[in-house]
């Protein structure tokens, strides 16, 4: 953990470094700013995407001195923009449809030919 100010905050920052079998995955600075003239807490969050996952780390308030680390791991996270952008793609594709933007001719029905 680090202190840090800035021109009108107070920030502690945490760095975590992520490994898995002892390989090097990723590493994390997630930090709570302090605004002494607006009196307001905000949080940064660290985040690590892959194609397949996302891993959050946020620092929360600190209780007796100790800072509280919450590490999220959402698995197939990213896989809600891919969805988003396939509907996009089916939405243009309905677009594209040159019959219903030109508008094909209406088909006469029997009556109409009868009553001519």
Same mark, same amino acid.
């Given at each position: 953990?680090?202190?840090?100010?800035?021109? +009108?905050?107070?920030?502690? @920052?945490?760095?975590?470094?992520?490994?898995? +079998?002892?390989?090097?995955?990723?590493?994390?600075? !997630?930090?709570?700013? =302090?605004?002494?003239?607006?009196?307001?807490?905000?949080?940064?969050?660290?985040?690590? @995407?892959?194609?397949? =996952?996302? %891993?959050?780390?946020?620092?929360?308030?600190?209780?007796?001195?100790?800072?509280? %680390?919450? %590490?999220?791991? +959402?698995?197939?996270?990213?896989?809600?923009?891919?969805?988003?952008?396939?509907?996009?793609?089916?939405?243009?594709?309905?677009?594209?449809?040159?019959?219903?933007?030109?508008?094909? !001719?209406?088909?006469?029905?029997?009556?109409?030919?009868?009553?001519?």
């Amino acid at each position: 953990m680090g202190d840090g100010a800035g021109p +009108n905050y107070r920030e502690r @920052t945490a760095r975590i470094t992520v490994s898995r +079998n002892g390989v090097l995955v990723t590493r994390l600075a !997630p930090g709570r700013r =302090a605004f002494t003239t607006q009196r307001m807490e905000t949080t940064e969050t660290s985040i690590h @995407t892959t194609g397949f =996952a996302d %891993l959050y780390a946020v620092l929360g308030e600190e209780r007796d001195g100790k800072a509280i %680390l919450r %590490l999220h791991y +959402n698995p197939l996270a990213p896989w809600i923009w891919i969805g988003a952008l396939i509907m996009a793609f089916g939405g243009f594709l309905s677009i594209a449809d040159r019959r219903l933007r030109i508008g094909a !001719p209406a088909r006469r029905t029997t009556q109409a030919v009868a009553a001519e």
